[in-house]
């Protein structure tokens, strides 16, 4: 195993559909990879253009997510309307995996900011397995 994430944490995702938008306290930035702009724009039928924006300096995150009144564009009644195909950064929400160079070790975290971290089932090993299995795949 090459990657540490944190023991005995709990979530349940209630759809409250905060980590699709913007909050009192935080611009989000819902970054895209290429090969997840295409595949979105396949299955939804719109134009790239149509539902992001360029993004600078992310690499390798080459887009961003449009987003209307804070929210963004795919969100509809609080529900992802394109769940199958949604982007890597969305489904590992409410966890980021960093890469530590000095311990030459990925590690998960997660964000505090979510109201449901700390409620629901106990994340096992095999969780952090597929969410990492994901981030190669999309990554490499
Ligand atoms: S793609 Fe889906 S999960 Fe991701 S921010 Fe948009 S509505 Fe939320």
Known sequence: MNYIYPANVCFECNNCGLCCGDTENKRRHILLLKSEVEEISIVTGQR?????IDSVGTTPYVYEMKKLEGKCVFLRDNLCSI???RPLICQF???ELKYEADRKIHVFSDTSE???IGWGKK???ENFEALYTLAQQRLL
């Open 93 to 95: 929400y409410p966890f």
């Open 114 to 116: 979510c109201p449901m």
């Open 83 to 85: 769940y199958a195909v």
């Open 48 to 52: 790239i253009e149509e539902f992001t």
């Open 123 to 125: 994340l096992t090993k």
